[in-house]
């Protein structure tokens, strides 16, 4: 990086011209347990003793990569966004800034984006994608979530509506279902989109190559340090015995080719590698 600033979390050089840089768009809270699943208390109870609140949530981090490549700019995720109710605000204890201007504080222009890929629809990860207003954030990027996704997000399903957020997500529906992708897709030169379904039905991860070195985001497979347990997901995931095999197809191919890995919702350490522990996995942050 030529020049780093606070906005800037953490940012690499791969080589070849692609470099990344990690933004953090603000933060929530999320119930705890929730976040733990089927992981009994007494197991994780000391990994969050320093976070926890008096409401037993977790401090949540919405942490987003701009990916520079000699053909153009990729967001990954946009987090919560600016135009979430008053009251909505308040119940998750949601900070900003989002992601426009924390973007911009970081030295990137929002037109200068050529494409947002969001491992999935959930208000926490594609909010981003409109201004106050309700205008595009990003008015020249393609919206790139899986079409898997989009059919589910837009269903009627009562325990899929309240982590969709279906009002806005039918404001972007026509510009996301435009550039949806359809399994694996190679979104820029070196910049790939892959399902990993398990958390929704449609998630995906992104895999950014550079010429050295290679940045892997799980979305929310992989949010805090404990995910790299494959066992551990949380109560939200819609297809768990899915997400249990996703992670360990994907962490032995981190592992293997010593993949550089974002986590989703980490506020401290988000940024390290996935190494095997035995029969498992374990992160360990490098910054
Ligand atoms: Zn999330």
């Not at 984006?113 to 409109?130: N, R």
């Not at 009627?156 to 550039?179: H, K, W």
């Not at 899915?242 to 401290?268: C, M, Q, Y």
Request: with cysteine; glycine share 10%; proline share 5%.
């Amino acid at each position: 990086m030529t020049t780093m600033n606070d906005a800037v979390h953490w940012s690499a050089e791969l080589g070849g011209g692609t470099r990344i840089a990690l933004i953090q768009a603000g933060r929530f809270r999320s119930d705890a347990g929730a976040l733990l699943g089927v992981v009994p208390r007494i197991m994780w109870n000391g990994l969050v003793a320093g976070e926890i609140d008096e409401d037993h949530r977790l401090l949540q981090a919405l942490n987003c990569l701009l990916v520079e490549t000699p053909a153009g700019r990729v967001l990954v995720e946009t987090g919560i966004g600016d135009r979430i109710s008053a009251k909505g605000r308040a119940m998750r204890r949601y900070e900003g800034p989002w992601i426009l201007p924390a973007l911009e504080a970081a030295g990137f222009a929002p037109d200068s984006v050529d494409a947002i890929a969001v491992s999935h629809l959930h208000y926490d990860h594609a909010g981003g994608v409109l201004s106050a207003d309700g205008s595009r954030a990003f008015p020249r990027a393609r919206f790139i979530a899986q079409r898997s996704e989009w059919e589910i997000a837009l269903a009627e399903n009562p325990r899929l509506v309240a982590s969709y957020d279906q009002p806005e997500l039918r404001l972007v529906r026509d510009l996301g279902l435009e550039s949806a992708s359809d399994g694996e897709a190679e979104i820029l030169p070196g910049v790939t989109v892959i399902p990993t379904g398990g958390h929704s039905a449609g998630h995906q991860g992104v895999l950014v190559r550079g010429r050295d070195r290679t940045v892997a985001f799980f979305g929310d497979l992989c949010m805090r340090p404990w995910s790299a347990n494959p066992k551990w997901i949380t109560a939200f995931d819609d297809f768990p015995l899915e997400s249990v095999a996703a992670k360990v197809a994907l962490f032995n191919r981190a592992a293997d080719e010593g993949w550089t890995i974002v986590l989703s919702h980490e506020p401290v350490h988000p940024v390290g590698r996935i190494v095997r522990d035995r029969d498992r996995f374990e992160f360990e942050a490098l910054v």
